[in-house]
């Protein structure tokens, strides 16, 4: 059974992004800044919000939050 929470999924997904888009950046084209702006935007607004499209999808295809791993123990 996997280990691996929602939460621990949704910070690789957003730092593997943030990476992607610095390297599409440097090495495509300058313009491709503006999706690391909007990744960290959408960082951001979950923050304050709770709302995660990706964490949303995760949750729909089945992987368990932090708290469900606990109480499997």
């Known amino acids: 059974m996997s280990r691996f ?3 621990r999924a949704t910070m690789t997904f957003a730092g593997t992004m943030v990476l992607v888009s610095v390297a ?5 084209h300058p ?3 503006w999706f690391t ?3 960290g935007v959408n ?12 964490t949303m999808v995760m949750k729909k295809l089945g992987m368990p939050t932090e708290r469900e791993l ?3 123990e």
Do not use: K
């Open 5 to 7: 929470s929602t939460e």
């Open 24 to 28: 599409l950046t440097h090495w495509v």
């Open 31 to 33: 313009l491709f800044f």
């Open 37 to 39: 702006v909007f990744i």
């Open 43 to 54: 960082l951001i607004q979950s923050s304050f919000t709770g709302l995660c499209p990706a």
């Open 70 to 72: 606990a109480t499997r």
